[in-house]
């Protein structure tokens, strides 16, 4: 018998199971690893006594697949996996993706669109009314009424439509053993209304006594660009496990409530999650089909923390992991290290040692583990508060035990850095270590925008930031001897970008002297800053109007004018920089983004030529 969990009923029977507590369905394909939430989730549950079995990407055609490990007794539990389904699917140009490395091969194809909502209806098909739990990523920015890029309509609550009766918003641990000891001690599921980091359905307020905070409505919101602005605000000011309240919202005869956001777990549960008896693989089923691409990116990496205070407007970590740090102990990580150093195919390369922000070890100031964080504000921008605790020692002091265990023989930094607050530190400790024993040759950092009105909407340092970084990571691997580079990833289309923007942003990458071969355009996904401003065209916040680009053509242009360089978007650059004006980017002079047409008479051509020099 294998030590993965149960995905058969000769599994169950190799571990003298008749039946389960709960099985978890997945729209993922099992990866036993803490990276992927469904086995984290499951290992938990385990770990505290409950028989767990995994559905995964189970055939969404008929109820069969949802039959195949019988009954659970206490309820089912439903992810569409790691990544929003839709996002999983279509790329920002509403085109499908060919592969999907959450799946066996890579294989596109092996999950339904909405894929939460999918699974749901087919469970209650097949087994009625038993206790169903929604929860990761799909399902906790999908909680209220929210903006479909995929469909350009307002939908309303996850909850709703999946007809479930739990959501399981953010990291769920806490939670599900909540949830889990009630369910056990034989609450009924429609009972368990107070679990924080919870939202629920009900027909009625009568039985709410804490304050909360009526939203406008979904049939508001949906007709009302301004009042689904407004909702927003709200659901973003009380993102907060201290001083947030309990949210409602109405959508017809039923309301939405979401419970405050989880407290953040302590460094001991968070150490405990990620030490549970993983495998650290995918099953052995999918063996033929050579295994699930997206271990890869995670094998041999460590996750120190979660959460992040840097708030990108774009970036939903705000609303599923909170602005709270939650540290692993050094000790915890060394412990996992071990466990990498003993892998037969581990050849003494630690890939990454991070979080969503790879140097946030410590939380912002003392004051949100008291008093939550700060409502309207943000410990980084538009410039670092002065009560933001900078000093990256503890996270130095972690990468040095990591890099002299015997067998490793590098540790490299690759998740987000963010390299405004590593300036704010006072001492250049860090970065000197972070050029001399971290960086494979290259550092990849996202500036994302150079345009001061968009890194402004974008929650992102702005140029000035980013050319001071520049300059202090050539100076100190100047000083060490070192060639080595910074690797930026810029954004096309974020609203508020318009024709003029990317074109300052192609003119720094022409000074720059890079060729991005990736450039990422704005989706809207749900749950974001950026997202509200999309759809409505406004700010949230403010309530500054802001130019979006929605037409397929003009994010077409942004995109190329960031690929200047590339043949096949000469037309696009050509044609975006005469809508501007900029003419005066078409020619010969080192200046110039494109050379002239090639039907461009010689007289025009010098004529051009005779302009840029005026």
């Not at 549950?45 to 206490?74: C, H, M, N």
């Not at 050579?290 to 609303?319: D, N």
């Not at 050319?467 to 930026?488: D, H, I, R």
């Amino acid at each position: 018998m294998n030590n993965f969990l149960p995905v058969s009923r000769e599994d169950m029977a190799a571990r003298g199971w008749q039946s389960l507590d709960f099985i978890c369905v997945s729209g993922d394909a099992y990866v036993d690893h803490p990276s992927f939430g469904p086995a984290l989730i499951c290992r938990l549950l385990e770990k505290y006594g409950y028989r767990v079995g995994i559905i995964a990407q189970p055939d969404w055609r008929s109820t069969a697949d949802f039959k195949r490990l019988g009954k659970p007794r206490l309820g089912f539990l439903v992810s569409a996996g790691n990544l929003d389904s839709m996002l999983n699917k279509f790329t920002a140009a509403k085109k499908f993706r060919s592969t999907d490395a959450y799946s066996p091969g890579g294989h596109s194809g092996r999950r339904p669109d909405r894929a939460t909502i999918v699974y749901c209806n087919r469970i209650r098909e097949a087994w009625g009314n038993i206790p169903l739990i929604i929860g990761g990523i799909e399902a906790s920015l999908r909680r209220f009424a929210h903006y479909d890029y995929w469909s350009d309509s307002v939908r309303r609550s996850i909850l709703i439509d999946s007809r479930a009766d739990l959501l399981i918003y953010g990291m769920g641990e806490r939670q599900i053993k909540e949830i889990a000891a009630q369910l056990a001690a034989g609450i009924e599921i429609a009972h368990i209304q107070t679990v924080q980091g919870t939202s629920y359905r009900t027909e009625g307020l009568e039985h709410l006594w804490d304050d909360y905070i009526e939203l406008p409505s979904y049939q508001t919101v949906g007709d009302n660009k301004a009042e689904f602005a407004e909702a927003f605000k709200i659901q973003y000011l009380e993102q907060d496990p201290i001083r947030g309240k309990t949210l409602i919202q109405q959508h017809g005869e039923e309301y939405v409530i979401q419970n405050p956001p989880a407290m953040p777990l302590t460094t001991s549960e968070l150490d405990e999650v990620y030490e549970l008896p993983y495998q650290r693989t995918w099953h052995p089923s999918y063996n033929k089909e050579g295994g699930v691409p997206a271990i890869e990116e995670v094998k041999f990496s460590l996750v120190s923390h979660r959460g992040c205070f840097g708030s990108c407007s774009f970036c939903a970590i705000t609303s599923h992991q909170g602005r709270i740090i939650q540290t692993r102990s050094h000790e915890s990580l060394l412990r996992e290290a071990q466990l990498l150093i003993k892998a037969p195919d581990f050849k003494g390369y630690i890939h990454d040692v991070g979080g969503p922000s790879a140097n946030f070890r410590l939380p912002a100031c003392s004051n949100q583990e008291i008093r939550g964080t700060c409502r309207g504000r943000q410990c980084l921008h538009p410039e670092a508060c002065s009560q933001l605790n900078s000093d990256h020692s503890d996270y130095l002091s972690l990468l040095r035990k990591l890099r002299t265990l015997p067998g490793i023989k590098k540790v490299f930094i690759r998740s987000g850095l963010r390299y405004d607050y590593l300036l704010t530190d006072t001492s250049d400790e860090f970065l000197r270590e972070l050029c001399e024993h971290h960086v494979s040759g290259q550092l990849k950092i996202a500036p994302e925008h150079v345009s001061a009105k968009v890194t402004q909407l974008m929650g992102k340092p702005g140029k000035a930031t980013y050319l001071k970084f520049m300059n202090a990571f050539k100076k100190t691997n100047e000083a060490l001897g070192k060639e080595q580079y910074l690797v930026p990833y810029f954004m096309s289309s974020h609203p508020g970008a318009g024709l003029k923007e990317a074109i300052e942003l192609a003119e720094f990458i022409r000074d720059l002297g890079y060729r991005p071969e990736q450039v990422q355009d704005f989706i809207p996904t749900p749950g974001s800053l950026s997202t509200c401003m999309y759809y409505t065209g406004r700010h949230p916040l403010t309530g500054e109007k802001l130019h979006v680009a929605k037409d397929p053509h003009e994010k077409k242009l942004q995109r190329a004018l960031l690929q200047y360089r590339d043949p096949k978007n000469y037309a696009f650059v050509h044609e975006a920089l005469t809508k501007a004006n900029r003419q005066d980017l078409i020619g010969f002079g080192p200046k110039c983004l494109i050379k002239p047409p090639r039907n461009t008479t010689p007289s025009r051509a010098k004529k051009s030529k005779k302009n840029r020099a005026g």
